[in-house]
């Protein structure tokens, strides 16, 4: 589980997140929806560790946190295949959880229909929707308890991003870990995301079960964000 409260940060004089409280429980995917600047990357980074809050308290009983980011070209090496990169990131893991990783890996692998022969191949060799399907797969391997998603199907074509939700829903349904899942598409987060966190200026203006998206009380911003939605 993950707790923030009254948490603040700020880039420089500029305040992002302001008197943020929210709790992350176990095996439930949140979706964190909002425009460009409203503060969702900052929130992921915080909850990631990777920023410390100008103020306020971060609790995390989840100790093994990953991201996924949205270039999958600059996470990896253009020089090397990908499998070479997947063996990479074992190398921080002892043999056990190595072991246990590289099964999980040829098991997605063939859960998801990707040829072996893909790691054969360099980046700059598959698909943009291929290398963001290995990306994602190269952090799934490792059984986060936490997964952090961020903007991950932002340059992919509907037929990618469902590939991707695919990828998602398995995942979850397999190991029931938790995810934060950012995005500025209300459409995407919908067909699987159990809360809705909205953040508008920095600070949460909704947060509801998946299943009220529609329903009457919700925030005028959020009912905004519906509206572009059902155009």
């Keep these: 589980m993950i ?19 929210l709790t992350i429980e176990k095996g439930r995917i949140v979706g964190v929806v909002g425009e460009s600047g409203s503060g969702k990357t900052t929130l992921g980074q915080l ?19 990953l ?23 074992l190398k921080y893991y002892d043999k056990t959880q190595s072991a246990e990783a590289q099964q999980r890996l040829e098991q997605l692998m063939m859960s998801l229909k990707l040829p072996q022969e893909l790691l054969e191949q360099r980046p700059g060799q598959v698909s943009g929707g291929q290398l963001q399907r290995l990306n994602i797969i190269r952090t799934l ?8 998603c961020d903007e991950i199907t932002a340059n992919l074509d509907v037929i990618a ?23 500025h598409d209300l459409a995407f987060l919908q067909q699987f995301v159990d809360t809705f966190v909205v953040l508008k200026d920095g600070r ?18 959020t009912k905004e964000l519906v509206a572009v939605y059902e155009e």
């Excluded at 990631?48 to 009983?61: E, F, T, V, W």
């Excluded at 391997?141 to 952090?148: A, G, N, T, V, W």
Aim: glycine residues 4%.
């Design 141 to 148: 391997m490792f059984q986060p308890e936490l997964l952090i």
């Design 161 to 183: 991003e469902q590939h991707v939700i695919d990828i998602l829903t398995a995942y979850h349904r397999e190991t029931h870990q938790s995810m934060l899942v950012i995005s």
């Design 47 to 65: 909850i990631l560790g990777a920023q410390k809050p100008r103020k306020g308290r971060i609790q995390r009983s989840s100790q093994h946190i």
């Design 204 to 221: 949460i203006v909704d947060y509801f079960e998946s299943s009220d998206l529609f329903d009457e009380q919700r925030a005028a911003y």
């Design 67 to 89: 991201p996924i980011f949205q270039h999958a070209s600059q996470s990896f090496n253009p020089g090397m295949t990908i499998g070479a990169s997947m063996s990479e990131a």
């Design 3 to 21: 707790q923030l409260k009254h948490v603040y940060s700020n880039y420089g004089k500029r305040e992002i997140l302001h008197d943020i409280n």
